[in-house]
C-alpha cells in the first residue's frame, strides 16, 4: 500500500507570507496527487489535482508542483482564511481504485 | 449545484450494523464513480470504499473489507454503506464523495453523517 507522509505537521506563517506544505509518496503516483483544506466543522474541499491543477473557483495564490513522489503545496500570501488543515491525497486513475490521504499540516497564525 | 446528503448515521452498539444513505442531486450520477470516507475524532479523512458509475468495480479499506459493503442505486440517485460488525474504532464522521468523470480525485463532498459505535 502507498503511505504519503507530510511536513511540517504544524506551519506558523504570519498573514501575508508564503507557505511551503511538502507531501511525500512512498512509491511513484505520477501526478495522481490532489490537495484538500479543511476548516473546523466543515468537509475537506478540493483545491489541487493532477499535482498542480486548481480545481474550481481556487484562488490563484495556491500553486501545487511535484510529480512521482515529492509535491509541494503553496500559499503565496496567506489570507485569513487560509488558515485551516491541509490533506494531500493519492488517487488512482485505474483499478485497483485505491486512495491514501497524508496526516495533514495544520497551518496556523504566527 | 452538486448536492451530496448523507443520513443513517446515529448511536450503534459494538457488534452492530447500521446502513448509510447519500442522496446525489445537480449532477449526472449515472456516470460518476463515488466513495465513502470517513474521519475520526480529531483525525485526518481515511477512505473507505470506491464504486464506479457501473457498479462493476467495488475497492475496499482493508480494515473494512469483509465488514463493509458499497452499493449503488442509479434509478433513485442513492448511494449506500452497510456496516456490519462495527468496532469502536469505526466511530468518525462519514462522507459521501464523488469522483471526478475522468481522473476521479474527489471533487465534491457531502456534509457528513455521524456514525458512533459504543456499548
Known amino acids: 500500500d502507498i503511505v504519503m507522509t507530510q511536513s511540517p505537521a504544524t506551519l506558523s506563517v504570519s498573514p501575508g507570507e508564503r507557505a511551503t506544505l511538502s507531501c511525500r509518496a512512498s512509491?511513484?503516483?505520477?501526478?495522481?496527487l490532489a490537495w484538500y483544506q479543511q476548516k473546523p466543522g466543515q468537509a475537506p474541499r478540493l483545491l489541487i489535482y493532477?499535482?498542480?491543477t486548481r480545481a474550481t473557483d481556487i484562488p490563484a495564490r495556491f500553486s501545487g508542483s511535484g510529480s512521482g513522489t515529492e509535491f509541494t503545496l503553496t500559499i503565496s500570501s496567506l489570507q485569513s482564511e487560509d488558515f485551516a488543515v491541509y490533506y494531500c491525497q493519492q488517487y488512482s486513475r485505474g483499478p485497483p481504485f485505491l486512495f491514501t490521504f497524508g496526516p495533514g499540516t495544520r497551518v496556523d497564525v504566527k | 449545484e452538486v448536492q451530496l446528503v448523507e443520513s443513517g448515521g446515529g448511536l450503534v452498539k459494538p457488534g452492530g450494523s447500521l446502513r448509510l444513505s447519500c442522496a446525489a442531486s445537480?449532477?449526472?450520477?449515472?456516470?460518476?464513480?463515488m466513495n465513502w470516507v470517513r474521519q475520526a475524532p480529531g483525525k485526518g479523512p481515511e477512505w473507505v470504499s470506491f464504486i464506479s458509475a457501473s457498479a462493476n468495480y467495488e475497492y475496499y479499506a482493508d480494515s473494512m473489507k469483509g465488514r463493509f459493503t458499497i452499493s449503488r442505486d442509479n434509478a433513485k440517485n442513492s448511494l449506500f454503506l452497510q456496516m456490519n460488525s462495527l468496532r469502536p474504532e469505526d466511530t468518525a464522521v462519514y462522507y459521501c464523495?464523488?469522483?471526478?468523470?475522468?481522473?476521479?480525485?474527489?471533487?465534491?463532498w457531502g456534509q457528513g453523517a455521524l456514525v458512533t459505535v459504543s456499548s
Open positions: 493532477g499535482a498542480s
Open positions: 512509491e511513484s503516483v505520477s501526478s495522481n
Open positions: 464523495v464523488r469522483g471526478d468523470f475522468a481522473d476521479y480525485h474527489f471533487d465534491y
Open positions: 445537480g449532477f449526472t450520477f449515472t456516470i460518476y464513480s
